[in-house]
């Protein structure tokens, strides 16, 4: 038998021939001890390449047991098994676990104050005053930094004419409250725009379908908002006489009813502060918003005095002293509240409640409840556990009690103080733009308040005149020919560059979507 090849080592023939090599040499060697009895050493003919040959003991007999074969290559020993994918996943998921483990709101409070200022500063101004509502280091944070924050959004979202008629008084009072009630007024602006359109081109321009809306939708866009910065206007002026009338009569003793004159020297000291073009758009504008807000208030007029019995308009239209009340007292403001309630008499109610309340001070009704059926049950005590003590207790005892429960809170006195005063003495706890007068500046203002002919019209006019604005009062348009101003095609660039600035974003121009927020209420 030939020996064993290298080339066959470890394979089941190397085996074989080495099992037949060792039975030989063993068959010799009994040979040789029977025969004189002692040990032939034979030279060997093979040497295993691996040192040292095994015995035939280490050799298994099992010839059913088949040898470990080398595995072939496949893909399978490549790609993961499902039991390493799961073991992966939960690795990950512990080490997100992991990195998780920190607050969002602490990772971003930790970075640098001037990279927070960026930041929170490009969001909008309700998601601003939203993060002050999360916790106590959202709302330290954004308190500690409204300057910045204000000052950024004044600088690019804040149109022109806004920043021309509200000028901060100094960089000290950029703030917060001064932003919102510059966004206030946008809204009641923007507000009030979409409202006048929308009669406007139902009533005068009479598009009533879907289809002749749509095509009149360039026009109505155009119209909507040449009339936001007018309106922007007419709140300044309201909301500025309003205050200079108080000023007025606290500092004569007397109102303007007092005093005979020609031209109204509180409107004169307002009008000042516009330039020639703001005044004469502004002029040609405002029998538009009076005349608008007057017809809502008033019943249908295509209806008699039968079907409005039927249909249940029994109320006339309130005098002319409601409208001036609300506009001069209330603002824009109240006059965008009322035009928004639907029903003729749901919106007359209203407005007859609120006029009330303000000639005269509400008081409180006290309602006397019924005890039962008939009067006849018995009627339930009014006292309180406090109001009885056990045998032995004295009110001492009680505020005894209560003082060392007060004692026991001292430590914590300093530091809930200083928290209130950080909540609540911010710029916003000022309140909104014309606000709700006492009844003392209430008592002296309304006697003394105009009549509905008398508010703006004649001094505007007069003064454009006197201004030279226009060579003859028949230059101002009316009626039809402001209708027509609003929704003209040329000139809209050179109007956008006057009243939003040479560089202003689109976010300064509020949109229609816009209008649904009020960030200060």
């Not at 330290?140 to 950024?152: C, D, G, K, L």
């Not at 409180?364 to 056990?390: C, I, N, P, Q, Y």
């Not at 028949?474 to 809209?492: C, F, H, P, S, W």
Request: hydrophobic share 35%; net charge neutral.
């Amino acid at each position: 038998m030939d020996p064993p090849h290298i080339t066959e080592f470890a394979s089941q023939r190397y085996f074989d021939k080495l099992k037949q090599l060792t039975e030989s040499k063993d068959h010799h060697d009994a040979i040789g001890h029977s025969q004189d009895g002692s040990v032939v050493a034979e030279p060997s003919t093979f040497i295993l390449p691996i040192g040292r040959a095994k015995s035939i003991d280490q050799v298994p007999h099992d010839s059913h047991k088949t040898e470990k074969r080398r595995p072939n290559f496949s893909f399978r020993t490549i790609l993961p098994t499902r039991s390493s994918v799961d073991h992966d996943s939960r690795r990950l998921s512990t080490e997100s676990l992991k990195r998780k483990a920190t607050p969002f709101d602490q990772l971003f409070l930790a970075l640098p104050n001037e990279l927070k200022i960026q930041i929170v500063a490009s969001l909008p101004l309700s998601d601003i005053l939203s993060l002050r509502l999360a916790s106590r280091s959202w709302h330290a944070m954004i308190t500690v930094n409204e300057f910045p924050i204000a000052r950024y959004h004044l600088e690019h979202h804040v149109p022109v004419y806004a920043k021309r008629l509200y000028p901060a008084p100094d960089p000290s009072a950029i703030r917060l409250h001064y932003l919102c009630g510059i966004w206030h007024r946008l809204h009641v602006a923007a507000k009030l725009s979409y409202l006048i359109c929308e009669k406007v081109t139902k009533e005068l321009f009479l598009r009533t379908t879907e289809a002749q809306r749509l095509d009149f939708e360039p026009q109505y866009e155009r119209m909507r908002r040449r009339l936001i910065p007018l309106l922007f206007t007419i709140f300044h002026f309201f909301e500025t006489y309003r205050t200079l009338h108080i000023e007025y009569i606290k500092e004569h003793g007397h109102g303007l009813s007092w005093e005979p004159y020609t031209l109204n020297p509180i409107e004169l000291k307002i009008m000042s502060m516009y330039d020639d073009q703001t005044l004469l758009r502004v002029h040609q504008v405002f029998p538009l918003v009076v005349s608008s807000f007057c017809r809502r208030l008033r019943p249908p007029s295509y209806v008699g005095r039968f079907e409005r019995s039927i249909r249940g308009y029994l109320k006339d239209r309130p005098p002319d002293e409601v409208y001036v009340t609300a506009m001069c007292v209330g603002g824009l403001r109240q006059v965008e509240r009322f035009w928004e309630i639907k029903g003729y008499n749901s919106r007359r109610g209203a407005v007859d409640m609120w006029y009330n309340s303000v000639l005269k001070e509400p008081t409180e009704t006290v309602t006397k409840t019924r005890r039962g059926f008939m009067g006849l049950a018995r009627k339930k005590s009014s006292a309180s556990e406090s109001d009885f003590h056990r045998p032995g207790e004295t009110h001492a005892s009680s505020r005894g009690r209560q003082g060392s429960d007060a004692g026991r809170r001292g430590s914590d006195a300093s530091m809930a103080s200083a928290w209130d005063n950080l909540v609540y003495n911010t710029s916003l706890a000022e309140g909104m733009p014309m606000g709700e007068l006492s009844r003392d500046q209430l008592n002296v203002l309304l006697p003394d308040l105009p009549t509905l002919q008398q508010i703006w019209l004649p001094t505007a006019e007069a003064l454009i005149l006197d201004r030279k604005i226009v060579e003859r009062p028949q230059d101002i348009k009316r009626n039809a020919q402001v209708m027509l101003e609003l929704i003209r095609e040329d000139g809209a660039a050179e109007e956008d560059e006057w009243w939003y600035g040479r560089f202003a974003p689109d976010s300064v121009r509020p949109p229609l979507e816009a209008i649904e927020e009020d960030p200060i209420e």
